[in-house]
């Protein structure tokens, strides 16, 4: 090894000197709320992908002589009115709200960093026109924005991910344009194309990838209000449709017999509040370590 490798390489002693501050830094992260997020989230997570691991109940199977079972032993979460397990249902729910969640956030994600993309590096008329549009998109409220799309386009899970998508994508897409401009203007892009880098090398190598580090902290608490979002457009019954469970569903069939049986109605809608807050406290707190500001 050469001198200068060798000197280029951090000595022991500064390795020693930074294993505290990273330890420090691992502890500061790791507070009880957000453990506890983590840990709710990684099993929601779990029963998305198999919830047949944590019950025997077939989420369909109905027993008209077991309706309206109030939570016990037998049947934790109780039985809906055409006794139906409960919880079974909550559980095979998790699977279709998640993906709706993911899907709409991905939709929005991808094209909202073309929009922005386009508006900040084309410039002129082309900034001009994208921002309008988004202007336009952003004037009304995403839930609102959503049902319009879905009066268009018609009822299902596919159109609810393309509704919910189109909502946010003006939010991602004025992110990236903003910090597309500012890359654009810094020394180190105007130093490349000063050293005679093709513009595309430059877009590819240095403004794409830091334009979108804040995108990846805000997509996962845009994961969380999209699927808000999405579990409140199925519960309007614009997207899965009985038997077949889903958080939003759920609730829509829970709330005419809420009196009567309110665990029909508060156990989905606790799945999704709980999912929704878990979501928020790690996606906040990432936002924190990486970005080092608070709260919106």
């Not at 022991?12 to 709320?33: E, F, W, Y």
């Not at 999405?230 to 009985?242: E, K, R, V």
Request: charged residues 10%; proline residues 6%.
């Amino acid at each position: 090894m050469t001198d200068l490798t060798a000197s280029a390489l951090p000595s022991g002693d500064a390795l020693k000197s930074r294993l505290p501050q990273r330890v420090s830094s691992v502890r500061a992260a790791l507070t009880a709320p957000t453990v506890a997020a983590a840990f709710v989230l990684g099993l929601i997570v779990l029963i998305a992908i198999a919830p047949g691991w944590f019950t025997d109940y077939a989420p369909t199977a109905t027993d008209v002589h077991h309706a309206l079972l109030r939570p016990g032993g037998a049947h934790w979460f109780g039985t809906d009115q055409l006794g139906r397990d409960v919880f079974a249902r909550v559980l095979y729910g998790t699977r279709p709200a998640l993906l709706l969640g993911f899907a709409a956030t991905l939709l929005a994600v991808v094209a909202g960093t073309v929009v922005g993309l386009l508006a900040a590096l084309g410039g002129g008329f082309a900034d001009q026109a994208l921002m309008r549009a988004t202007d336009v998109l952003l004037a009304l409220p995403p839930l609102l924005l959503a049902l319009l799309v879905i009066a268009a386009l018609g009822a299902g899970t596919t159109n609810i991910a393309v509704a919910v998508a189109i909502a946010f994508i003006p939010l991602y897409a004025r992110l990236v344009r903003s910090e597309a401009l500012a890359i654009r203007h810094s020394g180190y892009v105007e130093a490349a194309t000063m050293l005679g880098l093709p513009r595309v090398t430059v877009i590819a190598r240095h403004i794409v990838p830091n334009a979108l580090g804040s995108l990846l902290v805000m997509a996962p608490l845009g994961f969380g209000t999209a699927l808000l979002y999405s579990s409140a457009l199925s519960f309007l019954g614009l997207g899965i449709q009985p038997p077949q469970p889903e958080w939003g569903s759920m609730l829509s069939e829970g709330k005419d017999i809420l009196a009567a049986a309110w665990w029909v109605g508060v156990f989905p809608g606790a799945a999704v509040t709980g999912t929704v807050i878990a979501v928020n406290v790690l996606g906040r707190t990432v936002r924190v370590r990486l970005t080092g500001r608070g709260a919106l």
